[in-house]
């Protein structure tokens, strides 16, 4: 009954501290500027919030589960063999320091393997969504060869990653169990040598007060043995303990990370409903170095409408971006009734703007609800009355373009 309920509170404890860190990653995620999606971090984010999170929180059930009561386990034990005789318990340890160090060094060499597998495991989801998202482009070009290359050749180094990963955790089993006999064969052998000699010291060191007696030295192996059994139990459990913690380290990257669109510390409110929209020397690069944009001047009274015209590449999106706030100048500014929208709250800045994207998109929700997206409080009526009149000026304005 124990075991059973530790079992389920443990794994409650897991998917509960889960849902809530992948609330909080995508919250963190939403809140982040485009220029953060832009570089093609999308899949790698898809990655790190559903596997990343997996990965860390498998480390917190081994952690939960076995890595706090193993170690008990073994103190217990420990304190009852040293009671017996605490300088044999010395003595047999004499190769622990040396155990731990390894241990560390593997614990290192695991955790950066583990990070470096999960990267390309990610590089591995990016590869893929490219391929599906542009498969009209694929088929279209033949490069369907071309392709399965490309993921043969990223599957295959995360395949060496997993295999060097795999290597470290074998070394850190077999000197584990290595270690272990080693403690117990020079347990045995300077236990067994002061039993039947009756003596109580070795090269002349004194071990203990009187001899040690039969009875007294196997309650000594039985502890002993009982040290073993725990440490060999989180040696087994030292690669996924930490996988765990490189998946965290790369998911507190995301957590600890910081939006460089945020409001200002004292916004200022747009009360004009009929603001004047001036680009006042506006200049732009992206993180790349590459200018786009150079002293643009440009003056949009209300309610004149002005199309932006050019090739591409020109920079218009970038210029139009620069409103809303998808990105931010890098010189000059842009300002609505005159207050610089970096000035302005940015939910109440984009909220005055209307935006019909170049590409059609539809979320796997209801018709009804794909058209009020972005006015969920919008009744079904209200939906139907803004579709006809958008309908009705469409067909008055063909008609017209036509004469």
């Not at 070009?141 to 599957?155: L, P, V």
């Not at 010291?201 to 000594?220: C, D, N, R, T, V």
């Not at 913690?245 to 004009?272: M, Q, T, W, Y």
Request: proline share 3%.
């Amino acid at each position: 009954a124990m075991l059973v309920g530790q079992l389920v509170l443990v794994e409650r404890l897991t998917q509960l501290a889960m849902l809530d860190l992948r609330n909080r990653m995508f919250r963190k995620t939403l809140q982040r500027e485009m220029a953060h999606f832009g570089d093609g971090h999308s899949s790698h984010l898809m990655h790190r919030i559903s596997s990343d999170v997996t990965c860390a929180f498998n480390g917190v059930n081994v952690l939960c589960g076995r890595m706090v009561l193993e170690p008990l386990k073994m103190v217990v034990c420990l304190i009852g063999a040293a009671y017996f005789c605490w300088r044999l318990l010395l003595v047999s340890l004499l190769v622990a320091p040396l155990a731990a160090y390894i241990m560390v060094r593997l614990s290192k060499s695991l955790r950066k393997a583990n990070k470096r597998a999960m990267e390309e495991m990610s590089s591995l989801y990016t590869l893929l969504t490219e391929t599906l998202t542009n498969i009209q482009t694929v088929k279209a070009f033949g490069m369907e060869r071309h392709e399965r290359r490309r993921y043969h050749q990223s599957g295959k180094n995360y395949f060496l990653r997993a295999m060097r990963i795999m290597f470290f955790i074998a070394l850190g089993r077999g000197s584990g169990e290595f270690m272990g006999m080693t403690i117990i064969c020079l347990a045995i052998m300077s236990g067994s040598y002061l039993v039947l000699h009756h003596e109580a010291k070795i090269f002349g060191i004194s071990i203990m007060g009187q001899p040690l007696e039969y009875s007294s030295l196997l309650a000594f192996f039985a502890l002993l043995a009982g040290v073993s059994d725990p440490a060999r139990k989180m040696s087994e459990v030292m690669g996924q303990m930490q996988r765990g913690v490189a998946a965290a380290d790369r998911v507190f990257e995301i957590l600890d990370g910081e939006s460089k669109i945020i409001d200002p510390p004292h916004p200022i409110a747009l009360k004009n409903l009929r603001p004047e929209l001036v680009f006042d020397r506006v200049s732009f690069q992206y993180s790349t170095g590459q200018p786009v944009l150079h002293d643009v001047e440009l003056r949009v009274p209300f309610g004149q409408a002005v199309a932006i015209v050019g090739p591409n590449g020109c920079g218009k999106t970038t210029l139009l971006n620069l409103l809303p706030r998808f990105y931010d100048v890098s010189s000059g500014s842009v300002r609505l009734d005159g207050i610089d929208v970096r000035d302005l709250r940015v939910k109440e800045l984009r909220r005055t703007i209307g935006l019909v994207a170049q590409q059609a998109t539809l979320f796997d929700d209801t018709v009804l609800n794909n058209i009020r997206y972005g006015s969920p409080g919008a009744t079904q009526a209200e939906v139907v009355a803004a579709s006809e009149k958008a309908y009705a000026h469409r067909f008055i304005t063909e008609r017209l373009d036509k004469g």
